[in-house]
Every structure is written in structure tokens, then in C-alpha cells.
């Protein structure tokens, strides 16, 4: 495990609350078994070398494993716990006591360790505050680069944002253009579909209607003969069986009437015929 140092600022608790609260800076290096503090107010300094024999008989006062006991000093003095309570009493002959406050399994438990003071506080003094502005130095430098990484994410994310923009009108525009088009081919192709129901339906009505008017032609133009070659008669039983069978093929359905017709027609032709002889013999 890798040597690690750590400053912190603690408040202390104070008995009178008309008296301020005492401020001291806490550097500390932790080893892998061991750790050593250099502590000062601004005008005082003391040091602590906990050795690996001390520490390991701590531990096993609190039945803790060396790791486990060093995690925990690590996390009060490292930073200061709130709900925690600091002190730093005099211990006589110039030494100093640190002590602090936790919970464990519901328990309020308190952890010290004694300082003694430091042969040459300046120089401690000063290797806490080069300390502090080194680590200024860095947390500013890294400020900085997190602040060029944000400024950067939020111009990508502005220009991400705006592409975002473009696709979608562009998906609209796509959209709406392709839409139209299929509304297009889609009405054209029900209007050729209406158009082509409309020429299925035709030739059974157009189909019927020439047959009708040939029909006709050829009965108007058999009675013409007939009119030309015999002479009428008003009144006569077979001018009435005619009128009244032309009467009936008009109500009858056209295919029915069209076959009355044309039997009508070839009676009226062979009655007519055979009066003309019959007339022309006489008449000789």
C-alpha cells in the first residue's frame, strides 16, 4: 500500500460558549502500519510517530484488525466528522492530548492520542502550510482543468443539441414530402380503380343497347316494305294483335321484347307478303 498524506482543519469544542472555537491544521502520513502527525494553531506545533508496536497494541484493545483501526483514525483526522466532537487538552510538560468522538453499534466511544511538542515549531509550522499550498496549488489546477472539460462537454452538448434540431425538422420535412407523394399515387391510383369499375359496368348496358336499336332499324324498315306493298285496313283483328304485341314488348323486359319483336316482325313480313300475292292475283 502506497504512502498517503492528508491535511485537515479541525474545529474544537469548547466548555464556555462565550469563548471562540479553537482551530488547528492536522497533517498527517499514513504507512501501512503506522502514521505520524504534525499538528499546529499558527503559533505552536507538536508531532505524534505512532510506531507499529503502538498501534497494533491499540488495535487489539478494541479487538480491531491493524487495517481496520488505521481506516478509521484515517477517516477522523483526515477530514473533519460531523456529529463528531474534537478536543485538544493540555497534557502537562508542553504535551497536548487529541482527541475525538464516534458511535459504534449504538456506543459513544472516544479515541486520543498524545503529542508531544515539536523541537523546531517554525519549521512545522511551515511544513504545514507548504503542505496546504501545494495541495491549493493542485485542487486549483484541477479546478481548472474540470472547468475546460465542462465548458468543453457543454459546448458539445450545445452543438449536439443543435444537430439533434437539424435531424428532426429534417425527419419532418423527409416525412411530410414523403407523405404528400403517397397521398398522390394514392388518389391516382383510386381514381384508376373508380375508372376502371366504371369501363367493367359499361359493356353489359352498352352490350344490350345497339342489339335494341338494330332491332328497331330493321323493324321500321320491314313495316316501311310491308306499308309500300299492302294497303291498310282500319280496324282489322291483325292490326290490333300487333298494336297490343308492340304495347307488351314495351313492358316486358328488353331482352323479352326484343325476341317479341323480332317474332313479330317475321309474322308481320310473311302476313304482308301473302297478301300482296294474294291481292296481285286477284287484281290480274
Known amino acids: 500500500m502506497a504512502v498517503r498524506h492528508s491535511c485537515a482543519k479541525l474545529e474544537l469544542a469548547v466548555e464556555d460558549p462565550k469563548e471562540e472555537t479553537g482551530m488547528i491544521f492536522v497533517k498527517a502520513t499514513w504507512h501501512p502500519s503506522k502514521f505520524s502527525l504534525a499538528v499546529t494553531d499558527g503559533n505552536d506545533a507538536w508531532f505524534c510517530h505512532a ?9 487489539e484493545q478494541w479487538d480491531q484488525p491493524v487495517s481496520e483501526y488505521l481506516s478509521l483514525v484515517e477517516r477522523y483526522l483526515g477530514l473533519q466528522q460531523p456529529g463528531s466532537n474534537y478536543s485538544f487538552e493540555d497534557a502537562g510538560n508542553g504535551q497536548r492530548r487529541l482527541s475525538w468522538t464516534f458511535e459504534r453499534q449504538g456506543t459513544k466511544l472516544e479515541w486520543r492520542w498524545k503529542l508531544q511538542p515539536s523541537p523546531d515549531k517554525k519549521k512545522t509550522t511551515a511544513q504545514v502550510l507548504d503542505f496546504l499550498l501545494d495541495a491549493n496549488i493542485r485542487l486549483s489546477d484541477e479546478v481548472v482543468r474540470k472547468t475546460q472539460a465542462f465548458e468543453k462537454l457543454k459546448q ?28 398522390a399515387v394514392l388518389n391516382s391510383k383510386k381514381a384508376k380503380l373508380r375508372e376502371l369499375r366504371d369501363q367493367v359496368g359499361r359493356p353489359e348496358s352498352k352490350g344490350k343497347s345497339p342489339v335494341k336499336d338494330e332491332g328497331g332499324g330493321e ?16 280496324g282489322t283483328d291483325e292490326e290490333h294483335t300487333t298494336n297490343n304485341s308492340k304495347e307488351e314488348a314495351m313492358q316486358i323486359d328488353p331482352e323479352e321484347r326484343e325476341e317479341a319483336s323480332d317474332e313479330g316482325t317475321s309474322k308481320k313480313v310473311a302476313t304482308s307478303r301473302g297478301r300482296g300475292r294474294g291481292r296481285k292475283k286477284t287484281r290480274s
Open 51 to 59: 510506531s507499529e508496536g503502538e498501534v497494533k497494541l491499540r488495535a
Open 156 to 183: 458539445e452538448a450545445e452543438r449536439c443539441l443543435q444537430q439533434s434540431e437539424k435531424f428532426k425538422n429534417e425527419k419532418a420535412e423527409f416525412e411530410s414530402a414523403v407523405y404528400s407523394k403517397f397521398v
Open 219 to 234: 323493324e321500321e324498315e320491314e313495316l316501311d316494305r310491308s306499308s309500300e306493298n299492302t294497303e291498310l285496313y282500319e
